[in-house]
């Protein structure tokens, strides 16, 4: 089969591109405006990809267009169609589906598929739980919304079960609560029919197409719905939200994890015991920083216990972890004085993540015994609800753990300075990349953490830096 994607540049279209390419099946597709890692990665695996969305595409002649949920009927402010290969593929009644729906019906059916999902954390725990089937040797498929430092790729199909009786290993999958495309407005993640299901938190996000928390509740229970009796939904103790979901009704086994659930932690952030239902079943000692990650890691010790994997096993898998490019990496380092400036890429893109990444880190250095060393976030609202200005109020409380904060405010439609007031002169404001990094250049000192936080590419602003501090030597 040929398939050509629209938009296969974002994460998800990107993940399922290198699926059905694994699978067997010809794969073009188009996107504008790309960055990295998802363009690397389609380059690395040969797949034809063309810049716009021009109607001449029509000429490719594929079984059928994968739609992906970036293109819509918008017009631009002269009249003209801003996707105009969609409007040629409506004109000719050409077979079309979205990205969701096809992965459903070629590549999941017949397969374990455990489904993660959440406002935060998905990723990682998505990356954490297929890290610890392949080491279980379960040889899972997988399909991760960043790149797993571990795998190298965003995906991979696993074995199938196609042939000899062999069967076909579990299959991980980011579960997103984004709409399907402009004619599927349901969720994505309710195409997905998992057997194990991880709710792993629920807050208000994505303002452009969800009205409150209780439309996303919708969804999530949505999600619920399609669980088998005999599967398992493994939900977030500590979340009312989640709770209310929960009471709409649940026909699968439950399992709970964080504190008052089935599934606990007990000790640090990076070494602590996994206790479960009273008992101690293995240790976690790890790199990474953040309670977060705590939680993270037992929901996908958690699942993995469906899949036949010991938590013991599951928790020394951990150990082993190297989480998802752009969570908190390490981008660089320059030398500066008697010490040192470590410059960290993170998706952080919502007022919880940030505040939740920052006071990882924050944790991490006082653990250590470098409560002197400071941490200055630069940020761009880059999210379709962060662009809106819906949560801008939280900024503040989001940036509590940063000693100085640095926004980049350039195409926001309100006030970046007045939302970033209450922090005083702690707070920096540019419209621009080149003068924001000139003035995180200019504050850095020997011993600080820069962490630049952005859900897109922002502008190259790591590099940038990098060059910037290395000149100012």
């Known amino acids: 089969m040929h398939i050509h994607i629209l938009g296969i540049c974002g994460t998800f279209m990107g993940g399922l591109a290198a699926l059905a390419r694994e699978a067997g099946h010809r794969v073009t597709g188009c996107d504008s405006g790309v960055y990295p890692p998802m363009s690397d990665q389609l380059r690395a695996l040969g797949i034809d990809l063309i810049e716009g969305f021009d109607s001449d595409q029509m000429a490719l002649a594929p079984d059928v267009f994968v739609v992906g949920n970036v293109v819509s009927r918008a017009r631009l402010a002269g009249g003209a169609p801003k996707f105009p290969l969609m409007e040629s593929i409506l004109d000719a009644g050409a077979d079309y589906t979205s990205g969701p729906q096809w992965l459903a019906d070629h590549l999941l059916r017949g397969r374990h598929v455990m489904a993660v999902a959440g406002t935060h954390g998905k990723t990682t725990t998505t990356s954490m739980l297929a890290w610890i089937l392949e080491q279980a040797g379960l040889a899972p498929g997988f399909l991760v919304g960043g790149v797993p430092l571990d795998f190298g790729v965003s995906a991979r199909l696993g074995r199938r079960g196609v042939s000899g009786g062999t069967e076909a290993s579990p299959f991980v999958i980011e579960a997103d609560e984004y709409d399907t495309a402009f004619f599927d407005k349901r969720s994505k993640f309710v195409h997905y029919r998992p057997r194990t299901a991880i709710l792993n938190n629920l807050e208000f996000d994505h303002a452009d197409i969800f009205d409150d928390l209780a439309a996303i509740e919708r969804q999530f229970h949505h999600l619920v719905r399609t669980v088998p009796a005999s599967g398992c939904v493994i939900a977030n103790a500590t979340e009312q939200s989640l709770d209310r979901v929960l009471a709409q009704g649940c026909w699968s086994e439950l399992a709970r994890f964080g504190a008052g659930g089935d599934w606990q932690a007990a000790g640090t952030h990076d070494a602590f015991d996994v206790i479960c239902r009273g008992e101690q079943v293995g240790r ?96 761009e609202p880059r999210s379709n609800t962060m662009k809106l200005g819906t949560m801008a109020a939280q900024l503040p409380w989001s940036l509590e753990a940063a000693d100085l904060a640095f926004c980049h405010s350039g195409g926001l439609d309100w006030d970046a300075e007045a939302a970033l007031a209450p922090m005083g002169s702690r707070a920096t404001v540019a419209n621009a990349i080149e003068p924001l990094v000139q003035r995180v250049a200019q504050s850095a000192k020997a011993g600080d953490h820069i962490v630049c936080m952005s859900n897109g590419g922002f502008g190259g602003i790591h590099g940038k830096l990098l060059d910037a501090l290395t000149a100012a030597q």
């Open 284 to 379: 976690v000692s790890w790199e990474l920083s953040g309670v977060h990650n705590q939680m993270n890691a037992l929901a996908a010790i958690a699942a993995a216990s469906r899949a036949g994997v010991a938590p013991a096993d599951a928790a020394a898998a951990l150990g082993r972890f190297r989480n998802v490019r752009r969570r908190m990496e390490t981008r660089g380092r320059v030398s500066r004085d008697s010490g040192t400036i470590t410059v960290y890429d993170d998706f952080a893109h919502h007022p919880s993540a940030i505040r939740t990444t920052l006071d990882g880190l924050r944790q991490k250095l006082d653990g250590a015994g470098r409560q002197d060393e400071r941490i200055l976030a630069v940020f």
